[in-house]
Every structure is written in C-alpha cells, then in structure tokens.
C-alpha cells in the first residue's frame, strides 16, 4: 500500500506547491511494499517498477507484509527478477510467506534486513477452505503440491539450501530472526 493520503509541502523558487509523499519516494527510486499480497497490490508494484526501469539507476524496495496470494506474489517475484542487479529489498517489519521468497529474490548482496524484523516460511495454504467432491479437492490438492515443489526450487536458487532441508524447513511455520534469515540464505546482512 502507498501512503496516497499523505502530502508534503515543498519550497521551491516558484513558492510552495504540494506533493504527494508517493511521487517524492518514487522519484527517488523507492518502493513500498506493505500489507497483504494480492493482484491490486502486484498490479500497482509492476506499474511503479515499469516506470523505475526506464532508468538504469538502482532502486530500492521496502517490504513489510505477511504474505498472501501466491499468483500475485510470482507476478511480483518475476517483476522483481527482471530488474537485475539494479534492485535492492529492506525488510523492515516482517517478511512472512511469500514476502520471504520476495526478500530471497533480490540479487545476493542486495537483501537487506533491519535488527528487529521476522522472516517465516511454511508451505503454501489453501486459500478461502476446501470443499466439495473427491476429484474436485484431488484438483486443489494437485495445484498445491505443485506450488509447494515450485516455491522449494524458487528458494533452492536464492538461499542454497538443499530440497531437503528446504522440506523440513517448509513443514512448519518456520519463523527467523534477522540474524537467523541471514544464516538461511534468505537475506544478506542487518542494515543500521
């Protein structure tokens, strides 16, 4: 979520004119990803990071969130990966589910955290329940394992863990420490 409520006046030769907090960490090449992960979310995080890599400066992207839908989080996952070693991510708050595999996908070195925040990995869940007749619950339980399997070879790429560990790691709500996300592989060093 972006602050869109929020406005700064600024002073210029011109006089003081308003602007929205928004524009002013767009510009300077800052992204905030707050709150759960759903399609408006990864709609509006593709937008920003569109405009952001017409440039080849680097920028940076500040996550909180404790996770969400896991299409919206690929579709975040890929925009993210896309933009190469120009993109740096701060954890600040929590990284939970599928934001963990967000801060696992920035470029090795560029996968900060600050001193106090959380890091958990578990298994995907079913959304909303399960119901319904025995081929339709086999469907969902098929769709599932199959996004299991893919999250273990998304974070076997970024943290270097083995689809074992990766296994048991993701059997449980798995919660870490700054200083425990680092020594897992999914980030890089405390920032402050």
Known sequence: MI???????????????IEALETRLLMQRKIFLSGEINMIMADDFARQMMYLMESEEPMTIYLNSMGGEVDAGLLIYDVICSAG???SICCMGHAY????????AAPKGQRMILPHSKVMIHEPLIPGGIGGCASSIKKVSDS???TRKLTI???MKHTGRKRTELEKALSFDNFMSAE???SFGICDRILL
């Open 97 to 104: 589910s599928m934001a963990a595999l967000l801060l696992a």
């Open 85 to 87: 070693d120009r993109v």
């Open 153 to 155: 070879e998304l974070l």
């Open 3 to 17: 602050f869109a409520n929020t406005q700064l006046e600024v002073e210029s030769a011109q006089g003081i004119r």
């Open 180 to 182: 425990e996300a680092i």
């Open 144 to 146: 599932i394992m199959k």
